[in-house]
C-alpha cells in the first residue's frame, strides 16, 4: 500500500534526522568539554564534583546512540537512551527556567549560543516524540544493517 | 493501515543492549578525556578569590595568579580613576542590553585567546572583570584564563552588574564595542 510505504519513509526519515541531531550535539561538545562543563554549571542544578564527569560522558552517549540509530542498529534501545537523555535536558531547562536564569542552553555545544526558552523546549518535545516513535515501531526502513530491517 | 501495525510486533527493550551502549560510552569517553589534550580534570576544582586588600596595590603585579575579587568601593573607585578597563565576561546579549558604561565585551563562554579585541589591549592594563552578579561564574574563569595569557593585573569584580545597577552607576546599552 503506497500510504503504509510512505508512513514507513516518514518513520524511518524522523529517526535518522534525531540520529544526526544527537551526532553533532554531541560532538560539538566533545569538541569544548570544558565549554560544556561551564554551560552544565551555569544550570546550577549538579553538585561541583559532578558537573566534569557528567560533562565527559553525556556527549559520547550522544555520539554513539546516535550513530546506532543512525544505522539502524538496535533502534529500541538507542530510542530509550535518547529520550531518557532528552528527559533529563528537558528537566534541566524547565528547572532552570523556573528559576529565573538566563543563560545559554548548551544544547549544541558552547560553540552554538542559543538561549533556554520555550522554543527549546518544544523542540525537545519534538524530538521526544520522534524517539518516542522509535521505541514503539523499532522495525524501520532505512536501516544499514540487517538487525532490525522492516 | 494492518500494515502498519506489523511495525509494532517486536520483543521487549532489551535492558542488556541498553547497558552494553551506555558501558561502551563511558569507557570510550573516559579514555578520549585521557588522551585528548583539550581533556578535563574528572572533578572540577572550585576557585579560591582573595579580596584585594587595598586599592593602592592594585597596580603591582602578582605572579601567584591567584584570583583576586574587589568590592563595590574599589570597583567605584577604579571606575572614576579610568585607570582600568571593564570588561562583561557576560554574553552579547548581556551585553547589548546593559553594561558597566566604558565596558568591552569579551564572552567566556567562546573565549578565544587569540581574541581581537584582547589583542588590542596591552598586558600591563588593570582588568575588572565582571558577569551578571556574585552567583555567576563566568568573570571568574574569564579572569583565570587572562591572567594565564599574562594580564596579571586582572581582577573580579564579584558584585556584578547587579549590584552596579543597585548601586545606580553609569550603565550603558548596546554598543558596538
Same mark, same amino acid.
Request: a positive charge; one cysteine or more.
Given at each position: 500500500m503506497k500510504k503504509d510505504i510512505l508512513v514507513y519513509y516518514t518513520i524511518a526519515i524522523l529517526r535518522l534526522y534525531l540520529a544526526?541531531?544527537?551526532?553533532?550535539? =554531541?560532538?560539538e561538545k566533545i569538541n569544548d568539554l570544558n565549554g560544556f562543563a561551564q554551560s552544565i554549571e551555569n544550570y546550577k542544578?549538579? /553538585?561541583?564534583?559532578?558537573? #566534569? &564527569?557528567?560533562?565527559?560522558?553525556? /556527549?559520547?552517549?550522544?555520539?554513539?546512540?546516535?550513530? %546506532?540509530? %543512525?544505522?539502524?542498529?538496535?533502534?529500541?534501545? #538507542?530510542?530509550?537512551? &535518547? %529520550?531518557?537523555? %532528552?528527559l533529563v535536558f528537558t528537566a534541566a531547562l524547565i528547572i532552570a527556567l523556573a528559576k529565573g536564569l538566563n543563560i #545559554?542552553? =548548551?544544547?549544541? =555545544?558552547?560553540?552554538?549560543?542559543?538561549?533556554? =526558552?520555550?522554543?527549546?523546549?518544544?523542540? #525537545?518535545?519534538?524530538?521526544i516524540i520522534v524517539a518516542v516513535v522509535g521505541i514503539k515501531y523499532p522495525r524501520q526502513k532505512l536501516t544499514f544493517l540487517n538487525s532490525s530491517r522492516l | 493501515m494492518q500494515n502498519i501495525k506489523q511495525l509494532n510486533i517486536t520483543n521487549k527493550t532489551d535492558y542488556r543492549k541498553i547497558l552494553y551502549i551506555l558501558l561502551f560510552s563511558v569507557i570510550l569517553s573516559l579514555f578520549y578525556n585521557f588522551v585528548s589534550i583539550d581533556g578535563i580534570e574528572l572533578i572540577r576544582n572550585p576557585q579560591i578569590i582573595q579580596s584585594l586588600k587595598s586599592i593602592d596595590i592594585i597596580d603591582d603585579v602578582d605572579s601567584t595568579k591567584h584570583l583576586k575579587a574587589i568590592t563595590l568601593a574599589q570597583a567605584i573607585e577604579i571606575f572614576n580613576s579610568k585607570k582600568a578597563l571593564?570588561?562583561?565576561a557576560r554574553d552579547q546579549w548581556d551585553f547589548a542590553e546593559a553594561h558597566i558604561k566604558g565596558a568591552i565585551n569579551i564572552p567566556e563562554f567562546s573565549f578565544n585567546p587569540n581574541n581581537r579585541k584582547l589583542a588590542q589591549?596591552?598586558?600591563?592594563?588593570?582588568?575588572?572583570?565582571?558577569?551578571?552578579?556574585?552567583?555567576?561564574?563566568?568573570?571568574?574563569?574569564?579572569t583565570s584564563k587572562l591572567l594565564e595569557l599574562g594580564y596579571l593585573k586582572s581582577y573580579v569584580y564579584l558584585g556584578g552588574m547587579r549590584e552596579w545597577l543597585e548601586a545606580k552607576l553609569p550603565i550603558e546599552k548596546a554598543s558596538k564595542k
Open positions: 544526526l541531531i544527537f551526532i553533532f550535539s =554531541g560532538l542544578i549538579l /553538585p561541583l564534583y559532578l558537573i #566534569n &564527569i557528567t560533562a565527559i560522558i553525556i /556527549p559520547w552517549i550522544e555520539v554513539v546512540a546516535g550513530s %546506532l540509530l %543512525l544505522l539502524g542498529i538496535w533502534i529500541k534501545e #538507542n530510542s530509550v537512551i &535518547i %529520550l531518557a537523555l %532528552l #545559554n542552553c =548548551g544544547c549544541q =555545544g558552547a560553540a552554538y549560543a542559543k538561549r533556554i =526558552g520555550i522554543a527549546k523546549i518544544l523542540e #525537545n518535545i519534538a524530538y | 571593564f570588561v562583561d589591549i596591552p598586558k600591563n592594563q588593570i582588568l575588572i572583570i565582571y558577569c551578571s552578579g556574585d552567583a555567576c561564574s563566568v568573570s571568574k574563569r574569564l
